[in-house]
Nanobody
């Protein structure tokens, strides 16, 4: 069974930076497309970013393009989300995802595995 454990969330001022980490275990890491979604109470989960199996292909939500960067380390079974120029509207619980799909998928219902998340709070 796939397990995903996130870390790195916290409180940061607007304009600041954070790096989220996610450690994968239970299956072969390079089999999975990895990603990040975020969730704010009262709203649907929102796709943030995803990265292909080799790390060469990435996809971002328009709201984070140019500010966030997703990366993966296949030797460490880890995926990262580097977040810069944070805004109060980025405040959310950020969940790591693992997906067996052939292409990057951005809809919540299509994703195979989820972590519990790490909370990011951006103060104005």
């Amino acid at each position: 069974q796939v397990q995903l454990v996130e870390s790195g969330g916290g409180l940061v001022q607007a304009g600041g930076s954070l790096r989220l980490s996610c450690v994968f275990s239970g299956r072969t890491f390079t089999t999975y497309i990895m990603g990040w979604f975020r969730h704010t109470p009262g709203r649907e989960r929102e796709f943030v970013a995803a990265i292909g199996r080799s790390g060469l292909v990435t996809s971002y939500a328009d709201s984070v393009k140019g500010r966030f960067t997703i990366s993966r380390d296949n030797a460490k079974n880890a995926v990262y989300l580097h977040m810069n120029s944070l805004k109060p509207e980025d405040t959310a619980n950020y969940s790591c995802t693992a997906d067996l799909g052939n292409v990057i998928r951005t809809k919540e219902d299509d994703i195979d595995y989820w972590g519990k998340g790490t909370l990011v709070t951006v103060s104005s």
